[in-house]
């Protein structure tokens, strides 16, 4: 499987946050979608430190 992006995981963060706002959605949906949006909101907030890393790392190159 290839990795994914950034903007996706963001993406898909967003698409769960409307999935918990429906009025409609199950206990065990919601449960499944917190725990599904906790994951991606994690693998983006360290793809977002990687990054951070790579730039502080260029910098200390020069």
Known sequence: MAKEKFETKL????EILETLMNPE??????????????????????MLED?????????TER
Not at 25 to 46: D, F, P, R
Not at 51 to 59: E, M, P, S, T
């Open 11 to 14: 993406q898909s963060a967003k």
């Open 25 to 46: 959605i199950t206990l065990e949906e919601s449960v499944k979608a917190y725990e599904k949006g906790m994951k991606e909101l994690a693998q983006a907030q360290k």
């Open 51 to 59: 990054a951070q890393i790579k730039i502080q790392n260029l910098k």
